[in-house]
């Protein structure tokens, strides 16, 4: 039992595999998990039974299994956390609350996977020959060089920031907010802009890997859209968690956590409330949010370990994304009752918003953002940053202003 509880402890506990063969450990179950979804022969009952040690192994790979770099073990665990979320719900909650059968057509999983960046022609629905409307047709206007373009600037971004950003030790992010407030926001304002080139090199690998792999090379702009759509310029959280944020995760998200607990709510409260959409809809959202929370929960208990997440940082996640949840319902209620004391040439006003709202915002994020970033800040996953080529110089740019470079960098420097 000592054993077991010490291999669960995640952190440095963790199997060293590497990269290639942790990546493996968790295809191989999701290969086989999909094969069985896609199959119409095998029985609900006989999937499910087969999907249990499948889904369990899944969701262990990033606990006991480590890439021994930082950066891909963020993305294990975001990948094992997000399948296992997806095909539970294909498995599991589907077939027992809404008796829908343990299956999917190859189709709807590649619209699914792809839904994030790419948008697909809606089939028809009307039932009337007479109104059919063809689907509408992307004409394909631009090559996969493109892609590399875009790919090379937000590489180029990624190296210049990161550059600045491994000045900084762990301890010196820990503490900026108390010692360095005006760093601490510039840092934060960096953080986002950032974290949007580095979701849009993602994103663009994928888009580089469908337009070579499955369109011959070229694609149509009008249907691609990038990952992340600069959230620095957000004016209300609403925009920046429905809109600017990368949506990679959104149908898992939506499959296991929005759909049923507007479900349940909706069928607990429907003999008792008049109208207990407004409610469903309310859980659902939060529902959302704390599945994310819960996700980058995982993320710093598989990377820090155990003794270390429960200690300084269990929960911080989850608060994060849960108080995000309540702001952006805040938000909804603030405009109801705008709309009805103020004209909608003030509420549009430049002043309203451009100024007031994104103060809104960006002091939201100030003072919760903390609670994000710190147990990224002690794992300190910018370390193994691919980008370095420009590190040099950056850190030379920093040393040729003296004493004002160190006083915008971190101890490292």
């Given at each position: 039992?000592?054993?077991?509880?010490?291999l669960?402890?995640?952190?440095?506990?963790?199997?060293?595999?590497?990269?290639?063969?942790?990546?493996?450990?968790?295809?191989?179950?999701?290969?086989?998990?999909?094969?069985?979804?896609?199959?119409?022969?095998?029985?609900?009952?006989?999937?499910q039974?087969?999907s249990?040690p499948?889904?369990?192994?899944?969701?262990l790979?990033?606990?006991?299994?480590?890439?021994?770099?930082?950066?891909?073990?963020?993305?294990?665990?975001?990948?094992?956390?997000?399948?296992?979320?997806r095909?539970?719900?294909?498995?599991?909650?589907?077939?027992?609350?809404y008796g829908k059968?343990?299956?999917?057509?190859?189709?709807y999983?590649?619209?699914?996977?792809?839904?994030?960046?790419c948008?697909?022609p809606?089939?028809?629905?009307?039932?009337?020959?007479?109104d059919?409307?063809?689907?509408?047709?992307?004409?394909k206007?631009?090559?996969?060089?493109h892609?590399?373009?875009y790919?090379?600037?937000?590489?180029?971004?990624?190296?210049?920031?990161?550059?600045?950003w491994?000045?900084f030790s762990?301890?010196?992010?820990l503490?900026?907010?108390?010692?360095?407030?005006?760093?601490?926001f510039?840092?934060?304002?960096?953080?986002?802009?950032i974290?949007?080139?580095v979701?849009n090199?993602?994103?663009?690998?994928l888009?580089?890997?469908?337009?070579?792999?499955?369109?011959?090379?070229s694609?149509?702009?009008?249907q691609?859209?990038?990952?992340?759509?600069?959230?620095i310029?957000?004016?209300?959280?609403?925009e920046?968690?429905?809109?600017r944020w990368?949506q990679?995760?959104h149908?898992?998200?939506?499959?296991?956590g929005?759909?049923?607990?507007?479900y349940?709510?909706?069928?607990l409260?429907?003999?008792t409330?008049k109208?207990?959409?407004?409610i469903?809809?309310f859980?659902?959202?939060l529902a959302?949010?704390?599945?994310?929370?819960?996700?980058?929960?995982?993320?710093i208990?598989?990377?820090v370990g155990?003794?270390?997440?429960?200690r300084?940082?269990?929960?911080q996640?989850?608060f994060?994304?849960f108080?995000?949840?309540?702001?952006?319902?805040?938000?909804?209620?603030?405009?109801?009752?705008?709309?009805?004391?103020m004209?909608?040439?003030?509420?549009?006003?430049?002043?309203?918003?451009?100024?007031?709202?994104r103060?809104?915002?960006?002091?939201?994020?100030?003072?919760t953002?903390?609670?994000?970033?710190?147990?990224?800040a002690?794992?300190?996953?910018?370390?193994?940053?691919p980008?370095?080529?420009?590190?040099?110089?950056?850190?030379?740019?920093?040393h040729?202003?003296?004493?004002n470079?160190?006083?915008?960098c971190g101890?490292?420097?």
């Amino acid at each position: 039992m000592n054993s077991l509880d010490t291999l669960l402890q995640a952190g440095d506990t963790r199997f060293q595999t590497g990269i290639p063969i942790t990546m493996m450990i968790f295809s191989i179950p999701t290969g086989l998990l999909t094969l069985l979804l896609v199959n119409e022969k095998i029985s609900n009952h006989a999937k499910q039974f087969l999907s249990i040690p499948l889904l369990t192994f899944i969701f262990l790979t990033p606990i006991l299994f480590s890439c021994s770099n930082a950066i891909f073990d963020l993305l294990s665990s975001v990948a094992c956390f997000n399948l296992f979320l997806r095909l539970f719900e294909f498995y599991w909650i589907s077939p027992v609350l809404y008796g829908k059968p343990v299956y999917a057509h190859p189709d709807y999983i590649y619209t699914e996977f792809w839904a994030s960046l790419c948008k697909f022609p809606k089939p028809n629905k009307k039932k009337n020959d007479d109104d059919d409307i063809k689907p509408k047709v992307y004409i394909k206007d631009k090559k996969w060089y493109h892609i590399v373009s875009y790919m090379v600037y937000h590489a180029f971004i990624c190296d210049i920031v990161g550059s600045w950003w491994s000045t900084f030790s762990s301890q010196d992010i820990l503490v900026m907010r108390q010692d360095r407030p005006i760093l601490f926001f510039v840092f934060l304002f960096v953080i986002v802009f950032i974290l949007n080139s580095v979701f849009n090199m993602f994103g663009y690998s994928l888009h580089l890997f469908h337009c070579i792999y499955y369109d011959n090379g070229s694609y149509s702009d009008e249907q691609w859209r990038s990952l992340m759509k600069n959230p620095i310029l957000s004016t209300s959280l609403e925009e920046l968690w429905s809109t600017r944020w990368h949506q990679l995760l959104h149908t898992s998200w939506v499959a296991f956590g929005f759909r049923p607990a507007r479900y349940i709510t909706r069928r607990l409260l429907a003999k008792t409330v008049k109208n207990p959409l407004p409610i469903a809809l309310f859980m659902g959202t939060l529902a959302v949010f704390a599945l994310s929370g819960l996700m980058h929960e995982f993320i710093i208990f598989n990377n820090v370990g155990w003794s270390i997440y429960s200690r300084f940082f269990m929960g911080q996640q989850l608060f994060f994304f849960f108080i995000h949840g309540v702001g952006m319902t805040l938000e909804r209620l603030v405009a109801k009752v705008a709309k009805k004391y103020m004209s909608s040439a003030a509420l549009e006003s430049f002043l309203v918003k451009h100024i007031i709202q994104r103060i809104w915002v960006f002091s939201y994020a100030f003072f919760t953002f903390p609670f994000f970033m710190d147990g990224f800040a002690y794992w300190g996953i910018w370390n193994d940053n691919p980008f370095t080529f420009t590190r040099p110089f950056v850190y030379q740019f920093f040393h040729s202003i003296v004493p004002n470079g160190r006083n915008l960098c971190g101890s490292l420097l």
